[in-house]
């Protein structure tokens, strides 16, 4: 995830509450979340993962006129790849080539985020490392580091994320 | 009920139903809201023809927000201070899963009490779907607060 600049929005907030099936008053309605102990509408805590929105390049959505690796008149929009490892290209979390998942997430929560500031994002990478899968293939592991600040620059939110890219096929692997 | 934040001893867990019988339209409502769109979460011809797998499966992170509803609700609004895991095993449409949340260790600090919890997410088959680990901070003037669901 790349983008730089996140606007938290209310009506985000409300659909993505709805999305993980939480109806918290905190989540959507203006009125209770002012009079609750928070004092107005917040995220939940892992809304920032929607930041994703706001990356302009983001490859896990359809952009007009670039080929979309998802099913349309034929089961994959790209020549499907041979072989029973292989899997189309940006199927994780930052990867390219392989299989990739998410393996891990961990949020350092500095202060609650609020509907109606906008977080500024900075992204680094983390440690990255090799295990021998369970079943023989080799796995890849790559952490990524993301800051969520507010307008004063303090920090709001860290976020570390780890993705793992296999050389076959995930099912082989679980 | 009012709780005294002592009261959260360790070993006190707390368990909630965070989804029944998952439905592929909420993934996709998960996909919607939060921007990944990714075919193996959203297209059952993608993910069972090319993909090989038996079906669509849940966004590791539905999973994660799903269980930190669970937290949230125990602890209260606003007081997490962490919230971390690992995604044990793919969760599939139809799964139901329980989430719980189990006092590691409590600390009094200068302002805080601070409560640790282990955290784990199963299936109905009781396998983990997400393991981690929790932080929830209570100022002295919340330490006798409203704790939901106790």
Request: charged share 20%; net charge negative.
């Amino acid at each position: 995830m790349t983008a730089s600049r996140f606007p938290i929005e209310a009506g985000h907030i409300m659909m993505f509450a709805r999305a993980i099936g939480d109806f918290n008053p905190v989540y959507h309605d203006a009125d209770r979340a002012r009079e609750s102990a928070v004092g107005g509408i917040i995220a939940p805590p892992t809304f920032v993962q929607a930041s994703a929105q706001y990356d302009p390049d983001y490859p896990l959505r359809p952009q007009p006129g670039v080929p979309w690796f998802g099913s349309g008149s034929t089961p994959s929009g790209r020549a499907p790849s041979t072989g029973a490892g292989a899997s189309p290209p940006g199927t994780g979390p930052g990867h390219s080539g392989g299989t990739g998942l998410h393996a891990e997430q961990h949020y350092e929560f500095h202060r609650p985020v609020r509907a109606g500031e906008v977080l500024t994002l900075t992204q680094r990478p983390g440690k990255s490392w090799e295990k021998q899968g369970r079943r023989g293939g080799l796995l890849h592991f790559r952490e990524t580091i993301i800051e969520y600040r507010g307008e004063d620059g303090e920090l709001a939110v860290t976020a570390r994320g780890v993705g793992v890219r296999t050389e076959q096929t995930v099912k082989d692997l679980r | 009920m009012t709780l005294n934040v002592s009261d959260l001893g360790v070993g006190v867990s707390h368990s909630a139903m965070v989804v029944e019988n998952l439905t592929r339209t909420q993934i996709v409502q998960y996909a919607g809201a939060s921007g990944d769109y990714n075919p193996l979460h959203t297209d059952e011809v993608f993910a069972t023809q090319v993909a090989g797998y038996p079906s669509v499966f849940a966004h590791g992170m539905l999973t994660m927000g799903l269980t930190g509803k669970m937290l949230t609700d125990y602890v209260g609004d606003g007081r997490l201070t962490r919230f971390g895991g690992r995604f044990n095993s793919q969760v599939w449409p139809g799964d139901t899963l329980t989430a719980t949340a189990t006092v590691t260790a409590v600390r009094a600090e200068s302002e805080v009490t601070v409560v640790d919890f282990d955290v784990v997410t199963e299936n109905q088959s009781c396998a983990a779907v997400f393991s981690g680990t929790a932080t929830a901070a209570f100022t002295r003037t919340n330490v006798l607060s409203q704790i939901k669901n106790l």
